[in-house]
C-alpha cells in the first residue's frame, strides 16, 4: 500500500488530505511544518509529498530543494498553494516539483496527480535523478 506524507501548517486542509486519501487506501504520514516532514521522510518510506507552499518555518520549494539533496531524492513532491505567482511557479520547474496545484483544488483530481506521479517513480527512477 502506498504512503503519502501530508505537509500544511493548516489543520483543515491536513484533515481535508487525510480523509481523501485515506478512503483511497493509501497510509498516510501528516506533518504542519517542513522540518517535520524532513524527520519522517528520514525515518520512513513515502511514496509521495503533498506540501503547501507557504509554511513558516520552511516553504514547500525549501522542502523540495531538501529532499533533492537527501537519499530519498526520488520521492514525488506536489506542492499546493493559495498563493500562486509565475516566480514560484518557475521556481518550483527548477526543483523538479512534479506536480504544482492552485487552491481551491478538485480532490479527484489531485487524487489522479498522486496516482500517475507514483506510478511513473515506481516505472522509471531515472525521471527524478536527471
Known amino acids: 500500500m502506498n504512503k503519502i506524507l501530508i505537509v500544511d501548517d493548516e489543520l483543515l486542509i491536513r484533515d481535508l488530505l487525510y480523509d481523501h486519501f485515506s478512503a483511497h487506501d493509501y497510509h498516510i504520514s501528516m506533518a504542519e511544518s517542513g522540518q517535520k516532514a524532513l524527520d519522517i521522510i528520514g525515518n520512513e518510506r513515502i511514496d509521495c ?7 513558516p518555518d520552511m516553504d514547500g520549494l525549501e522542502l523540495t530543494r531538501k529532499v533533492r539533496e537527501s537519499p530519498n531524492r526520488n520521492i514525488p513532491v506536489i506542492i499546493i498553494t493559495g498563493f500562486p505567482s509565475l516566480e514560484s511557479a518557475i521556481e518550483a520547474l527548477r526543483t523538479r516539483v512534479y506536480d504544482y496545484v492552485v487552491k481551491p483544488f478538485n480532490l479527484n483530481r489531485l487524487y489522479g496527480t498522486v496516482e500517475k506521479a507514483i506510478a511513473e517513480a515506481n516505472g522509471n527512477q531515472s525521471h527524478w535523478e536527471q
Open 49 to 55: 509529498v503533498l506540501t503547501d507552499l507557504r509554511m
